[in-house]
């Protein structure tokens, strides 16, 4: 019925990662897109969902989907799990030092499964 996720070798384009109840309500599973690490953030027991860098630049770990998910002034948001720096799920920017974001990626849920879109880098872009 529903494609296997198409993560290797995967270039560009919608990429299904696993169905909206496989993610507890305010936690995040981590998927792999290619050679990206991406935390799938859940907000709530609806199908609010985010899709942002794995990568806390603070640790230099692969830490955020293991985050604390919450709200700070309206502001859907996860907290890295060792420093306990705050970033907006929608935009990537740290709430805590304006002067650092991580990359974000689009999200949708079609037939409850949960897709997050991966693009491929520029050339000579580091992945």
């Known amino acids: 019925m529903s ?3 198409r993560s290797e070798g995967a270039g560009q384009g919608w990429v299904e990662v696993c169905g909206v ?3 507890i309500p305010n936690t995040g599973v981590c998927a792999l897109l290619g050679k990206r690490q991406v935390a799938v953030v859940r907000v709530g027991e609806g199908e609010e ?3 942002i860098s794995n990568f806390d630049p603070f640790s230099k770990a692969f830490v955020l ?5 919450g709200d700070k002034g309206g502001v859907p948001k996860i907290a890295s799990p060792i420093y ?8 990537g920017q740290c709430l805590d030092d ?3 974001r991580i ?3 689009p999200t949708r ?6 897709e997050v879109y991966s693009a491929a880098p520029p050339p000579g872009a580091a992945s």
């Open 49 to 51: 969902i985010y899709a």
């Open 103 to 105: 990359p974000v990626y």
């Open 3 to 5: 494609e296997s996720p």
């Open 98 to 100: 304006p002067t650092v």
């Open 84 to 91: 306990k720096q705050n970033f907006d799920l929608r935009t």
């Open 109 to 114: 849920i079609r037939g409850g499964r949960v």
């Open 21 to 23: 109840e496989d993610i």
């Open 65 to 69: 989907s293991r985050g604390i998910v």
